[in-house]
């Protein structure tokens, strides 16, 4: 799957679909992008120290004939050359791998799935305090939530939905999200998602007089 790519026309469609779904409900929706919940440094330092290892002892099983090898090179040589030659390579093999677990399709087969799973929900958690989601007037915002490396959409509701609509209500929603991610169609699927938002919505939280729109309806593209 390649990355995803968002034009100004995919923007303009998803703020014009939270601009119509909200017209139905007293409820509000956010959604936010970000490229990864996390940074998985220590994950990567792992996968680049374990590659570095594997190729020191790997390195190890032939230091004889290396050596040797070395020796007819060399005229002048020293054990010394074998030492900084094992301290270079294995450096080197280190760095390249350390730049391989940056690519997404590596992060995702050496980071757990569990972490990735955790890291999400808390990046999203984190959001929907810091967005103001949490503060809407009758606590009836949800938080769309859509994190690219992990391929994962948590959906956060606020108590006053989730007292009304119990999750397993959303699933769909959010399966049909993450089978745009898969499929490259996520501005679509994305669009699709936040229409049927607004018609569960409706159904608990219909339109009342005087409504007003308490959150942004653009796609919030956020840093990590």
Same mark, same amino acid.
């Given at each position: 799957m390649s990355r995803i790519s968002l034009s100004k026309e995919d923007l303009v469609k998803i703020k014009e679909a939270t601009r119509e779904a909200e017209s139905k409900t007293s409820g509000e929706i956010a959604t936010a992008f970000i490229r990864e919940s996390d940074s998985y440094a220590y994950y990567e330092m792992l996968f680049a120290f374990f590659c570095g290892f594997i190729y020191f002892v790997g390195m190890m099983m032939i230091a004889q004939r290396l050596?040797? =090898?070395m020796q007819e090179i060399?005229?002048? &040589?020293?054990?010394? &050359?074998l030492v900084m030659f094992y301290g270079f390579t294995t450096f080197t093999v280190m760095a390249f791998a350390y730049m391989m677990a940056n690519v997404q399709f590596v992060d995702r087969l050496i980071i757990p799935k569990a972490v990735m799973r955790l890291?999400? /929900? +808390?990046?999203?958690?984190? &959001?929907? =305090?810091?967005?103001?989601? %949490?503060n809407t007037r009758?606590?009836?915002?949800?938080?769309?939530?859509?994190?690219?490396? $992990?391929?994962?959409?948590?959906?956060?509701?606020?108590?006053g939905i989730s007292a009304k609509i119990p999750p397993d209500k959303w699933e769909y929603i959010v399966a049909h999200i993450i089978d745009g991610i898969?499929? /490259? $169609?996520? !501005?679509?699927? %994305?669009?699709?998602?936040?229409? $049927?938002?607004?018609? =569960? =919505?409706?159904?608990?939280? !219909?339109? +009342? !007089?005087?409504?007003v729109n308490e959150l942004k309806d653009d796609l919030h593209l956020l840093a990590r």
């Open positions: 050596e040797h =090898l060399f005229w002048g &040589y020293n054990s010394a &050359y890291k999400v /929900n +808390q990046r999203a958690t984190r &959001y929907f =305090l810091e967005s103001g989601v %949490l009758d606590r009836s915002g949800i938080l769309i939530f859509i994190s690219e490396l $992990e391929r994962r959409v948590e959906l956060v509701a606020d108590k898969h499929a /490259n $169609e996520f !501005p679509k699927h %994305l669009v699709e998602g936040i229409r $049927e938002c607004g018609t =569960l =919505l409706a159904e608990h939280f !219909p339109i +009342q !007089p005087g409504d």
